[in-house]
């Protein structure tokens, strides 16, 4: 699978460590960045043209990585077409694409450590959209929410 991803200085060495492992699993990585650690990038330098991609599907799925996870996913969601969500469970990790077909799993750096990390994106990378007739009517209204995607 080609993913993105991408971080600031609070997730930098999750993100290095991600990536290596999804190479090592067989994925492409197209790493946004941030491709050394300063202390005084911001996260959505590298976020937004993360999500970009995921919406255009220059890369299938994502992983946005920061301090909390939380500044990365409230970036995120601002693209129209994305889904991301800050994810700490694995059933949540699983979930979010299954019933609303997330495409941008956030996490936090400074939050979970590696090998939990690693599980949440396993379990995200291994789901697959139901396509149920509830999910697909409940994502219609929320993307009637979002600006036309040439705004993006």
Not at 37 to 45: E, G, M, R, T
């Amino acid at each position: 699978m080609k993913i993105g991803i991408a971080t600031d200085h609070g997730g930098f060495r999750l993100k290095e460590e991600l990536a290596s492992r999804l190479r090592a699993a067989g994925h492409e990585v197209v790493d946004f960045g941030a491709h050394d650690l300063n202390q005084d990038d911001d996260y959505p330098d590298f976020v937004i043209p993360l999500s970009r991609a995921v919406a255009g599907g220059t890369v299938e799925r994502g992983l946005a990585v920061c301090g909390s996870g939380v500044g990365a996913a409230v970036c995120a969601n601002k693209i129209p077409g994305v889904r991301a969500a800050l994810i700490e469970d694995h059933f949540s990790a699983r979930q979010g694409v299954e019933d609303d077909d997330m495409n941008i799993l956030c996490l936090g750096g400074r939050i979970v450590g590696p090998e939990l990390a690693w599980d949440l994106v396993q379990a995200y990378l291994q789901a697959r959209f139901s396509r149920a007739e509830r999910h697909l009517r409940r994502l219609a209204k929320v993307a009637a929410l979002e600006p036309a995607r040439h705004d993006a």
